[in-house]
Structure formats: C-alpha cells, structure tokens
C-alpha cells in the first residue's frame, strides 16, 4: 500500500480563494442592483413628475413674460415622458360628480343655491377617471400626419354622454390651426341641449356645467418665490404659477374673458420623448354672455322644453399658439392638454350677467362676493382635462391655386395669408351636411337616394356660380353598404353581405375636381332626432356642430358662404344666370360697405306631374306606427330639380315659410350661424342692446 503524504493547508488555500471569490462577486452584484435601483427609482420620479400639473413650470428654470398679453408661458424645454409612456394617446381625465357638492347649500335640490364664497375643491388624483382612445395615438411623424386628414372622424365624439360622464369637459367636434396659423380652432357642442323636457330633469342638471363652458371667468396669475426684483422673469426650481378667480379689473391682460387652460406641448417621435413648452389660456370668438343679455334673454340656463337658444348650441373658442411654437403649427408635432376652469353655471337672473364694461352692458355679477379674494384653481393633475389633442393643419383652399391676384395684379403665393384679406380665393362657396342613406326627423322615413341628390346638387350649384362645394359626410353615422344601421333593408332583405362596411359619399364627390369639392369625413350622430314639437325637443348636434365648423375652417377664404341641404337649390331668378351676377349687384347697390346677410325666400315643392314612375312597393313607417307602400319614384331621365318643381302651396304663405328662409352670408361678419338664421354677428357685439 502506497502512503502518500499529507500536505497540509491544501484544503485551506482553496477554501480561501473560493471565499475571496464568492466576496468580490457579492460586491459586483451589490454594485451592479444599486445602479438598477437608482435607474429604477429615477424612472418612478419621471413618472411622477410627468402627472405633476406644474413639472415644466417647477421642476426647470422658467421664464415667464412680464407682458400678460402675450398669452403665454416660455420654458425651457424638459422631458416629461421617456418610452414606458410612449406613444402619446388621446385620453379624457373625468372628475367624479360628487366632487361639486361642496359648492352647494343642498347639492340634491332642483336648483341648487351656491354658498357665496364658492368652495374649493378637494379631490384627489386617483379618484380621476381616466379613458383613452386608441384611434388617436401617435407613434410617428407619419402616422400623426395621416390622423390629422381625418380628426373628426377620430374623435370619440359618440362615447360623450355614455362613457365620457363629465359635464366640464367640451364636447369636441373638431379642432384644428387656424387660417393665420396663430391659434387652435375648437369647435364643441352642448351636450345639455339633447334631451329637455319633464322626463330628463335629472339628466339636464347633471349636464348644467356645459353652460358654464360658455360663460367666461377672468383669472389673476400667483407667481410663487419670486425673486427679490419685482420685474425678474427667471424663477428658481421650486417655483410654479397659480391662477384665482378675479375681478375684471384685477385680471390679466390675457385672462379678462377665459375659460380653458391651453397646455401645449412638443413631441420628438425618433427620441420618443414629449417636452412640455407652455401654456396659454383660451379666448373666445365673442361674449355668449353678452349675446344673451342683449338678446334679452333672462338666463342661459334653458329649462324645461326650452330650445330657441340657438346661439347655445354650438360652442367655439381658441387657443392661442406660444410664439415660440409657431413654427410647430402644422408640422403634426404640437400636442395640446385642454383644461376646463370649473365653476357653477350663472343663472343669470339670481346671480347676475359677468362681461366687462367694453361691451356696453351692465356687469351685476360680483365676483368677489360669489368667488371670494383667494380661490385657487385646483392643481392639473387633480383635474379633468382633456390629454394630447391633437394639434394639426388644415389644407388651405389657396394650395388649389398655382398664383392669385389681389386687385392691383400684383401676384402672391398661397401661403401669403396677409394677401387673404386682399382679394380671397372664391367669391361664394356652400357647405352641406348630408348622408348617403338617413332618417328624416322623428325616424320617420328612410331616405336611399342621398348620393344621387348629392351629385346633381352639386353640378347644378357648380353651374349657378358657387365656387367651392363643402360636403361633410355624415354616412358614417347612418348607414353601412344598402342599409341603415340596425335596420332590416326592405329592399335588399337582411342577408346583405359586407353589411359593416360603412358606405361614404367619396364616390359622388370624387367625380368631381378637388379644386371644387371637399369631402370632410364626419361619421358624428346627432344626439336627438326628434321634431321641435315633441315632448323632448330635437337636437341634430353634427349637423349644428358641422355647420359652424366650415364657417371657422373655410369663411376666410370666401367672401361669401351659404349652409343649405341637398335638397334645397339656390336657383338665381329673372335675367341672372350666377349668383355672381347678383352678390356683384348686391355689393353696388349696398354702396362701397356692401351687404353683409342678402336673404331669400323658401319654397316647398312637391313631385311634379308626369317626372315620376311607379315602382315595386316599398315599406315605410308612418306617424302612427303602420305602414304603407310608397310606389312613385323619380324617372332616370329627369333631374331631382325637375321632378320636385311644384309649388303646391300658392301664396301668402304661412308664417313658418318665413322662418325657413334662406341666406347667403359674409363670414368675415356672421360669427355663428345656425341652418336659416345669422344668430350672432360683428353687429351683435358691438353694439348695447
């Protein structure tokens, strides 16, 4: 047997070495998590600081211009999301209702009187409700680009008043850069307006913060720690602005007549990072208030079936651009979080009427009693608020023109916005809001034959002088391919294949030049089809929401503009052949002023004898719940015009025939239209009562 002898210690080096070893990589792992720890606890304060309302205002040096109308806030630029928030999408932050009840002596009475001074808010950032919309979210320049073609039929325009349940936030239609290219255009809707009447008393006081969207506030900026120089405009780290509710006389410059916060901000898609850039706050196109009061009406609270207000239907206000984002205007870039100023709605017969002197009217709301010396706007991030709008251009009627002339033959390009004012590109253009199938009010009927009506309309409008033909294309909202939505075709049965593919009106208006037609998808449903006469009122809200959305997006490129259905024809009379002719008459005899509304008389016609064939019967539901057949119909050889011809209600004709006429209207002077009538104008609010 072989005795090998023992080397002692062996064991023990090795024991050593594997105990150095085991130390050395315990410190590289313990140095390895504390950097990992440190990046994570970074990324949390990332996230924190990008829900914090004042992260680019308190977390970076900031410079805020001394001069209150300039209408912004210039920051330096500050990452305010890294790629775990990427993309940016569309989301709607939702107060709780109950958040409103420490405003009122008795938040459950009818009409509840508000406690003088008004109450602050508590609320807190989780009891938000937060809804995104993934149609809306924007992953490149590119993708941001093609969203920008189609907002209004991106918006969630149908989820207000099912899933969007806040009454502060704007019912937003459209949106989008105005012709100078200054401001962002909002155009919303009331949503108090759908239902009235006894059986939604509890529905119009949920929604009575709607009318406070159209009432404005003025506000006074709290700057914090400002430095010892009272004119310094550079701010320390900590420092961040607060707004109070004030007087007109107190107010600033740009807060006089307010209502939204107008945060903006710039999206990087290569580095995928949002850098907030300021804010401004809104402005309005005129006084709702005023208008009201001049308009002797006792309050723009509506009870009851109360419904005349037109005015009050459609809601338009702006937000100014910083100067600093100009540039940014159209590129597709610019993001914009809207942010209701929240108050109780004025009734303007307890509480008074709040404009300031330069209107003309009497100002008896006293804010200080009603809002008191010191309330402070609640913080953003506690807010309800609308999140990453998008910020985008519209194509202008002007790049259809290769050179214009202004009167002294002096050429300009078309971007030349200051040659508008000159000589505009058209001299008369219409807008229509129409539908390739659609139920006439009261669901009444159905009607087929939309695209037909929209085509010769269009080509006889055309030939009568019009300009430029704007068709918002409300198919969306009605109809799939041959049939109504949730409807039964009678004619083409049940079993209709591609019966979800939504139908449109592009091939109508593609016959026809993009030089002369405009087609503007626009799938929004009205909110209440009914007939005025009805125990609950209708109220078409896309039609009234379309209206006013082409006089803002195309009036400053036309000196004249008319809002009519495909079923009405504007036919020039007696030795004219063009409306052109006529304005050019009406401008002469006007003298150097001119005529700013020329209005026309309404006639309703009914089928004439010998334009129209019988045809296979055809369901139809009448008033009373039963059917019958309606068995004529149009000959392909006859135009609509011709066939409906017959005037078969000889004069003088009743008094709704006067309410039903129509205008051709100068926007540059109509500041809110609605179907017959001119509800607003320069005149309007320039003028006491």
């Known amino acids: 047997m072989t005795v090998h002898p023992i080397r002692r210690g062996t064991g023990n080096a090795h024991r050593l070495k594997?105990?150095?070893?085991?130390?050395?990589?315990?410190?590289?792992?313990?140095?390895?998590?504390?950097?990992?720890?440190?990046?994570?606890?970074?990324?949390?304060?990332?996230?924190?600081?990008?829900?914090?309302?004042?992260?680019?205002?308190?977390?970076?040096?900031a410079s805020f211009s001394s001069s209150a109308s300039a209408q912004q806030t210039s920051v330096n630029d500050k990452i305010a999301a890294n790629l775990d928030d990427w993309p940016p999408i569309l989301s709607a932050y939702m107060e709780p209702?109950?958040?409103?009840?420490?405003?009122?002596?008795?938040?459950?009475?009818?009409?509840?009187?508000?406690?003088?001074?008004?109450?602050?808010?508590?609320?807190?950032?989780?009891?938000?409700?937060?809804?995104?919309?993934p149609k809306l979210q924007y992953t490149s320049d590119e993708m941001t680009t093609s969203l920008c073609s189609r907002i209004p039929s991106l918006l969630p325009i149908d989820d207000f008043g099912t899933t969007i349940l806040d009454p502060y936030l704007p019912w937003i239609h459209d949106l989008f850069v105005s012709h100078d290219g200054s401001e962002v255009n909002v155009i919303a809707q009331n949503r108090r307006r759908c239902h009235k009447g006894k059986n939604h008393k509890d529905e119009m006081k949920f929604w009575e913060g709607q009318v406070s969207l159209f009432q404005p506030v003025a506000l006074k900026r709290i700057y914090n720690k400002v430095n010892a120089d009272a004119q310094a405009t550079t701010y320390n780290e900590d420092d961040s602005v607060e707004y109070r509710l004030s007087t007109h006389e107190e107010a600033d410059a740009d807060a006089i007549e307010t209502r939204f916060r107008c945060r903006f901000k710039l999206v990087d898609y290569e580095q995928q990072t949002i850098t907030y850039q300021g804010e401004t706050l809104s402005t309005y196109t005129f006084n709702y208030e005023f208008v009201n009061w001049r308009k002797q009406k006792r309050t723009m609270v509506e009870d009851g079936k109360e419904q005349t207000m037109f005015w009050l239907s459609p809601l338009m206000f702006n937000c100014p651009i910083p100067t600093h984002l100009l540039k940014y205007a159209r590129s597709s870039r610019l993001l914009l979080d809207l942010v209701p100023i929240r108050t109780p709605a004025r009734r303007n017969d307890r509480d008074g009427f709040f404009f300031h002197s330069g209107h003309g009217g009497p100002m008896t709301f006293n804010a200080t009693t009603w809002w008191g010396t010191n309330h402070v706007l609640p913080k953003v991030e506690v807010s309800g608020r609308w999140e990453n709008l998008p910020v985008c251009g519209l194509k202008s009627p002007l790049a259809e023109k290769n050179v214009l002339q202004d009167t002294n033959n002096a050429q300009y390009q078309p971007d030349d916005t200051t040659a508008i004012s000159i000589n505009k590109p058209h001299r008369l253009v219409a807008c229509t809001w129409t539908s390739a199938l659609h139920q006439r009010r009261g669901n009444e009927r159905r009607i087929t034959d939309g695209k037909a009506r929209l085509r010769e309309w269009i080509a006889f409008h055309l030939e009568a002088g019009f300009d430029h033909m704007y068709v918002f294309d409300n198919t969306g909202a009605n109809a799939?391919?041959?049939?109504?939505?949730?409807?039964?075709?009678?004619?083409?049965?049940?079993?209709?294949?591609?019966?979800?593919?939504?139908?449109?009106?592009?091939?109508?208006?593609?016959?026809?030049?993009s030089s002369k037609v405009t087609r503007i998808d626009w799938p929004a449903t009205i909110c209440n089809n009914n007939r005025p006469a009805h125990d609950d009122p209708g109220e078409r809200s896309s039609q009234y929401a379309a209206e006013a959305a082409c006089r803002v997006r195309y009036g400053p490129y036309s000196d004249w503009m008319a809002s009519m259905d495909p079923d009405e024809y504007f036919i020039p009379m007696g030795n004219y052949s063009s409306w052109k002719e006529i304005l050019d008459k009406v401008d002469r005899n006007e003298g150097k002023k001119g005529a700013q509304v020329s209005q026309y008389t309404s006639e309703a016609t009914a089928q004439q004898i010998g334009t129209n064939v019988r045809r296979r019967s055809q369901r139809v539901h009448s008033r009373n719940g039963k059917t019958h057949n309606q068995c004529l119909t149009k000959k392909q050889d006859n135009t609509y015009l011709e066939t409906y011809n017959c005037e078969y209600i000889r004069s003088p004709k009743p008094e709704r025939f006067s309410r039903a006429m129509k205008q051709l209207y100068r926007p540059d002077f109509v500041l809110s239209h609605f179907v017959h009538y001119s509800t607003v104008t320069v005149s309007t609010v320039s003028r006491r009562r």
């Open 18 to 61: 594997l105990y150095r070893y085991l130390l050395f990589l315990g410190v590289v792992i313990t140095f390895l998590s504390s950097i990992a720890l440190i990046a994570w606890h970074e990324h949390i304060i990332d996230l924190q600081q990008l829900r914090s309302p004042f992260f680019e205002l308190g977390n970076q040096p």
């Open 97 to 133: 209702s109950s958040s409103y009840d420490v405003w009122y002596e008795d938040p459950s009475s009818d009409i509840p009187m508000v406690k003088q001074p008004l109450q602050q808010r508590n609320i807190q950032s989780h009891q938000l409700k937060r809804l995104s919309f």
């Open 480 to 513: 799939t391919i041959f049939k109504l939505k949730n409807e039964i075709d009678p004619d083409f049965g049940a079993e209709t294949t591609n019966d979800q593919i939504r139908d449109d009106l592009s091939s109508v208006t593609n016959l026809f030049p």
